[in-house]
């Protein structure tokens, strides 16, 4: 299955989330689940949270959620709102490589 994570930074957390982000880079680079795409967004407008988001194959959402509990951002309140859900792609380029 196809599971993302689209996660919207506190912030409030900018120093905690620049003293972590080797860690979290680590944590995506060391995953035992298969990420097929992460990243942030571009720069957010004054006073808003960047985003980020995480596409990966995994046999469930659970695998998935506990991934997601382990990374370093989200153990340390780095994100303010963290939405995992199953996504089922229809279209698109990239479809046949999945």
């Known amino acids: 299955m196809i599971v993302v994570r689209y996660a919207v930074s506190d912030p409030g957390k900018a120093a905690e989330r620049s003293r972590l982000l080797e860690q979290h880079k680590t944590h995506l680079h060391g995953a035992a689940i298969r990420i097929l795409l992460s990243g942030p967004s571009a720069p957010p407008t004054e006073g808003k949270g960047s985003t980020a988001v995480v596409i990966a194959e995994v046999e469930t959402l659970a695998e998935f959620e506990t991934f997601s509990a ?29």
């Open 70 to 98: 382990g990374d370093p951002f989200v153990r340390a309140g780095v994100y303010s709102n963290v939405d995992v859900f199953e996504w089922r792609p229809s279209f698109g380029p990239l479809l046949e490589s999945l």
